[in-house]
């Protein structure tokens, strides 16, 4: 059974950081690039970054660079996102995908 399970979500304030980790089972994980997405309140759901399945190739939304990285261990089926400097438009549900496969998702608020 395929799973994707996000955590680390929450509140922060803004400038603050959080990490989310995604733990992958039932498929070959590190055969798979992954990708983070996210989808703000009221908006479409869309690309944040993306991660080769080796983890040497990395690509980020225009928004995001800079501030977030995205990283994996393919020892322990997990990608992760480092999201430093936060701000409030960076308010949404993340969602961690690797093909047509999709998590549950995990809420960032960031306000004061």
């Known amino acids: 059974q395929v799973q994707l399970v996000e955590s680390g979500g929450g509140l922060v304030q803004p400038g603050g950081s959080l990490r989310l980790s995604c733990a992958a089972s039932g498929f070959t994980f590190r055969i798979y690039g992954m990708s983070w997405y996210r989808q703000p309140p009221g908006k479409e759901r869309e690309l944040v970054a993306l991660?080769?399945?080796?983890?040497?190739?990395?690509n980020y939304a225009d928004s995001v660079k800079g501030r977030f990285t995205i990283s994996r261990d393919n020892a322990k089926n997990t990608v992760y996102l480092q999201m430093n400097s936060l701000k409030p438009e960076d308010t949404a549900v993340y969602y961690c995908?690797?093909?047509?496969?999709w998590g549950q998702g995990t809420q960032v608020t960031v306000s004061s």
């Open positions: 991660i080769s399945s080796g983890g040497g190739t990395t």
């Open positions: 995908n690797a093909g047509s496969r």
